[in-house]
């Protein structure tokens, strides 16, 4: 597996944002806390929408 670089552009593959597209705006370094309460590597996702979300790397799915 190829490592996530920003401007990639991804599917979410978990509730709540289930199957939305977007592009990986920025990969910060340190491990977030998630809403679980995990620390976790994320991604910051700009959607079709223009909200930008906070995901789990685990839970995105790289779009060719």
Known sequence: L??????Q???VARAP?????GTVADL???PQTVESG???PVAA???????T???PLANLELIH
């Open 2 to 7: 190829e490592p996530l670089q920003v401007g």
């Open 9 to 11: 552009r991804v599917r």
């Open 17 to 21: 944002y289930l199957g939305a597209f």
């Open 28 to 30: 910060p370094e340190v």
């Open 38 to 40: 995990a620390r976790l």
């Open 45 to 51: 996702v700009a959607l079709e929408d223009e909200e």
């Open 53 to 55: 979300i906070i995901v």
